[in-house]
């Protein structure tokens, strides 16, 4: 009947899977070091990573001191990075590199302990500990191998890291300037300044700047106003300097109009002192 084509299919199937499993399990049961060894490296190659490195780790130990033992524990180290373990991937390849010295393999290694720490950077929103430690790696492993085949794609993820950190430094800024708390926000788009001059997002860091530090003139007390909008001006002065064609033009020159009037109506400090 057409209906037990299908059913013998899953039964073959079923048995087959099972069959496998119950050579895997009785792997795992197995003192035989070099059946193990060959098995591990069968089920790496054929891209079966999870079960390499159970194996792998259990046989580990049981490989020092013999000639398998380096290759075991590089194929460790990627079924690790292979499973997106990658804070244990970084860990194995630097231990790798560190055991191994002169093992044809350590520039890999090297490079797959920073490509690993890269993947483990966290989005841009989250604490960025993790990006600077991987930066770090990567400009240690392009100094220590400047004519690497993996330079290209070394030096791609420092600048994927560099571009998140800027990035980050963006939108810290820019959320305190949502939040009003405008000194901050001054303070943050200064160093965001100085630290990216040719990122991206310049012009709106320099609009949004201008229009806090015009704010906090604004909301400041009478004997500070003048120093802040002064302040403002200079801010306003750089940003069309800078951007003359800005879309925020306007905007700006409001704020401007406003901080001279009111700088013209304020007496400076030491001069409202003396009276």
């Known amino acids: 009947m057409p209906f037990q084509r299908p059913l013998v299919f899953v039964l073959l199937l079923s048995t087959l899977l099972l069959g496998s499993c119950t050579g895997y ?13 060959t098995a591990a ?7 079966d990573y999870a079960r390499a490195s159970t194996l792998l780790e259990e046989l580990i130990p049981l490989l020092k001191g013999r000639p398998e033992a380096e290759k075991a524990e590089f194929y460790f180290a990627n079924t690790n990075f292979q499973g997106r373990n990658y804070t244990l991937s970084a860990y194995y390849f630097q231990q790798f590199a560190e055991t191994y010295g002169s093992s044809p393999q350590v520039e890999e290694a090297r490079f ?12 841009f929103e989250l604490d960025q500990s993790n990006t600077y430690t991987a930066i770090e790696a990567i400009q240690e492993f392009l100094n220590q191998y400047p004519e690497s085949q993996f330079r290209p794609e070394a030096e791609n993820m420092s600048k994927e890291l560099q571009t998140k950190l800027e ?3 963006f939108e810290s800024a820019r959320l305190y300037y949502q939040l009003r708390y405008n000194q901050a926000a001054v303070v943050a788009f200064n160093t965001f300044q100085q630290q990216y001059p040719s990122s991206a997002y310049s012009e709106q860091a320099a609009f949004m700047k201008l229009t806090a530090q015009y704010e906090y003139a604004k909301e400041s007390v009478e004997e500070k106003q003048r120093e802040r909008y002064l302040e403002a001006i200079a801010f306003y002065q750089n940003f069309i300097d800078a951007y003359p064609q800005s879309k925020d033009l306007k905007a700006a020159e409001a704020m401007y109009n406003v901080a001279r009037a009111e700088v013209a109506k304020l007496k400076p400090a030491d001069t ?3 009276k």
């Open 167 to 169: 990035n980050k430094a």
């Open 112 to 123: 797959m302990h920073a490509k690993s720490l890269f993947r483990d950077s966290p989005e």
């Open 41 to 47: 490296i069968q089920y790496y190659e054929k891209g």
């Open 272 to 274: 409202a002192a003396t």
């Open 25 to 37: 399990q009785k792997l795992l049961k197995s003192d035989d070091v070099n059946k193990k060894y």
